[in-house]
């Protein structure tokens, strides 16, 4: 298996995107394709024992700023590690494609050059979030902000697959996100959409709430992307400000507190892990005829090792060829 990484892509690159696959040889055998500039990534590379034929270098000469604008810039960079990183994929020169660059360029390049899965009429980012009961996976988190009830239909159905494939459970519970509980709580695309699932052979328990999430009540919580993003955001922010409140009490209050700090130092650290975005590597972006993991800009050399590690069990667990089997089967009326 081949892994495209684009090298240059993210807030440290392409030095922590280097750590990262530094760590993943060690425990993966996949061949990593750096892509980016040449002469900096071979600079980077003489700070590890990387000399493992698992790991090569692929020259592109430009890089997409996190501010450009995606449709301009994949219109005029055409060597762009993204883009260059993309073509790879989808020349049958490599099996996925890893960045932690411009998100927009990453799905506008995607589409492009690697296109949809026949049946997908929207691509969609699927994102683990930890629970009380596990983990759950939301989308859209960001790709679609305008979608129609059949969107959110496909979402559920993709995500579905991923769920199975990935995190083992056998029967997934799919949930809407919505303003109630009830059947008739939302708005119209909520209505029309629940209308859809029910009538699915999915294992559809209803609409949640946004209180619902971190209960683990679902396994697949469905929304539009500009919902999506909206939850993913707040909880990553929530998440950090709940650690610095602690903190910050630790902090100020230091003889009252150093027996707890002690006693509760351990059970501060799962916690931490459970909810640590870098546990968890990367979002695939499902529906594209390829395996393509988004990371975040700000992921560190674990996030990198675990996107491999995602993008490989992607591959491996066919989650394509899946979506297009199981799409093709409600569009030929049989609901799956």
Do not use: W
């Not at 450009?68 to 590690?81: G, H, L, Q, V, W």
């Not at 799905?107 to 969609?124: D, E, K, Q």
Request: hydrophobic share 40%; glycine share 10%.
């Amino acid at each position: 298996m081949r892994i495209a990484i684009d090298a240059m892509g993210g807030d440290f690159a392409p030095a922590t995107i280097i750590e990262g696959v530094n760590l993943a040889v060690k425990e993966y055998s996949y061949e990593l394709v750096l892509v980016g500039e040449e002469k900096v990534i071979h600079q980077e590379l003489r700070k590890y024992d990387l000399s493992s034929s698992l790991v090569s270098v692929h020259h592109a000469s430009e890089v997409i700023g996190a501010k450009e604008i995606p449709s301009k810039a994949c219109r005029t960079k055409k060597d762009a590690s993204v883009i260059v990183a993309t073509k790879l994929v989808a020349e049958n020169k490599a099996d996925a494609l890893i960045s932690a660059g411009n998100s927009g360029a990453i799905m506008t390049a995607s589409l492009i050059y690697l296109g949809r899965l026949a049946g997908v009429r929207r691509p969609a980012i699927a994102t683990l979030i930890p629970t009380l009961e596990g983990l759950s996976t939301v989308l859209d988190v960001g790709a679609n902000v305008d979608c129609k009830p059949l969107h959110l239909l496909q979402f559920a159905i993709m995500g579905n697959i991923y769920v199975k494939s990935i995190l083992k459970k056998e029967k997934p519970r799919i949930g809407l996100l919505s303003i109630g509980e009830e059947e008739g709580k939302g708005n119209e695309l909520a209505l029309s959409t629940y209308e859809l699932l029910k009538n699915s052979s999915l294992n559809f328990i209803g609409n949640i709430e946004g209180s619902d999430i971190p209960k683990g009540k679902t396994d697949v919580i469905v929304c539009d992307g500009f919902v999506g993003n909206i939850v993913l955001k707040f909880g990553e922010g929530l998440a950090e400000a709940i650690f610095e409140l602690a903190r910050k009490e630790l902090k100020d209050h230091p003889f009252r507190t150093t027996l707890s700090a002690l006693l509760l130092k351990k059970v501060f650290e799962e916690i931490k892990k459970k909810t640590d975005y870098d546990e968890y590597g990367g979002a695939p972006l499902l529906g594209t005829n390829g395996v393509c993991i988004i990371c975040h800009g700000k992921s560190n050399a674990k996030a990198i090792k675990n996107a491999i590690r995602v993008a490989g069990e992607s591959v491996k667990q066919k989650i394509n060829q899946k979506i297009s089997e199981e799409l093709k089967k409600f569009s030929q009326g049989g609901n799956g």
